[in-house]
T-cell receptor, first 114, second 114 residues
């Protein structure tokens, strides 16, 4: 069965622009979470969605937002891009919001802000 | 606030050697601990998930243990192979507010030399 799919895989944006990243979870999975990975900070939690509701949010500014659709697909948006937003953005899905479930990651979206 | 540490940051071993990767967490109130593998430029692949009530999990040449009281988890890799070269990350699923989130270590970069 297909894994977690993230699009686009690579993108370059200019400071001040905004970007939208997309994530399609594994079929049947209803929980989607997003992470930012940078060499300095490692993997940091952005937010988690379940059944179109945001369950949890990390310590990121309001420029970072997300949503989940009725088919469990999710998007995250970053507005007014800054150089420091350059990172690998990873999406993960799991069957439900239960802590007992294994989570599965996509290949990520590489964002470069110039 | 939960913090996860992985030491060493990098490890180089000859092929065939058995090795142990370490993961420590500051708060024993975790739901589970998960080990992942990340190849360069790729997303994370789940290796093993240990629930808080479990002591260890095994999959093939991999064995992960969990000691909540000491705040430690180890990943044992038997008979290492060059294909095992990757960055290994551990993540603790911990309470946050009324919900929960995954807190990641920064990983151990493993190189297995032929």
């Amino acid at each position: 069965k297909a894994g977690v799919t993230q699009t686009p895989r690579y993108l370059i944006k200019t400071r001040g622009q905004q970007v939208t990243l997309s994530c399609s979870p594994i079929s049947g999975h209803r929980s989607v979470s997003w992470y930012q990975q940078t060499p300095g900070q490692g993997l940091q939690f952005l937010f988690e969605y379940f059944s179109e509701t945001q369950r949890n949010k990390g310590n990121f500014p309001g420029r970072f937002s997300g949503r989940q659709f009725s088919n469990s697909r999710s998007e995250m948006n970053v507005s007014t891009l800054e150089l420091g937003d350059s990172a690998l953005y990873l999406c993960a899905s799991s069957l439900s919001a239960s802590s007992g479930n294994t989570i599965y990651f996509g290949e990520g979206s590489w964002l470069t802000v110039v | 606030k939960q913090e996860v540490t992985q030491i060493p940051a990098a490890l180089s071993v000859p092929e065939g050697e058995n090795l142990v990767l370490n993961c420590s967490f500051t708060d024993s109130a975790i739901y589970n601990l998960q080990w992942f593998r990340q190849d360069p430029g790729k997303g994370l692949t789940s290796l093993l998930l240990i629930q808080s009530s479990q002591r260890e999990q095994t999959s093939g040449r991999l064995n992960a243990s969990l000691d909540k009281s000491s705040g430690r988890s180890t990943l044992y890799i038997a008979a290492s192979q060059p294909g095992d070269s990757a960055t290994y990350l551990c993540a603790a699923r911990a309470p946050q507010g009324g919900s929960e989130k995954l807190v990641f270590g920064k990983g151990t970069k493993l190189t297995v030399n032929p």
